[in-house]
Nanobody, 120 residues
Framework: QVQLVESGGGLVQPGESLRLSCVAS????????VYWYRQAPGREREQVAG??????????NVADSVKDRFKMSREYATNSAYLQMNSLKVDDTAMYYC???????????WGQGTQVTVSS
């Protein structure tokens, strides 16, 4: 059974930091491109960052809205991916999801999300 489990969300004040984790089981993440998405109430799901190697080449991107504050990393030894979020803003409040897409696009998995709330 494939699982992506996100953790690390919580309630923080503006300007603070959080580090989200995505741990995979049942698949080897080295064969997948991993993405972080977020969805705020009343808004569409937004891709925040992605990293990996697809059949089309290297994927390494961070959304313009967060590129100076968020950084994605991967740790192959632990089958994990991370999203370091600094200088958090109220607008960053959302459910954050991890997604793994198999290099050739054949398999596509989502985690259940972790809630990030930024509020003073």
């Amino acid at each position: 059974q494939v699982q992506l489990v996100e953790s690390g969300g919580g309630l923080v004040q503006p300007g603070e930091s959080l580090r989200l984790s995505c741990v995979a089981s049942g698949i080897d993440l080295s064969g997948y491109v991993v993405y972080w998405y977020r969805q705020a109430p009343g808004r569409e799901r937004e891709q925040v960052a992605g990293a990996g190697i697809s059949s089309a080449g290297i994927v390494l991107n961070v959304a313009d809205s967060v590129k100076d504050r968020f950084k994605m990393s991967r740790e192959y030894a632990t089958n994990s991916a991370y999203l370091q979020m600094n200088s958090l803003k109220v607008d960053d409040t959302a459910m954050y999801y991890c997604r793994a897409v198999e290099r050739g696009g054949k398999y596509d998995y989502w985690g259940q999300g972790t809630q990030v709330t930024v509020s003073s």
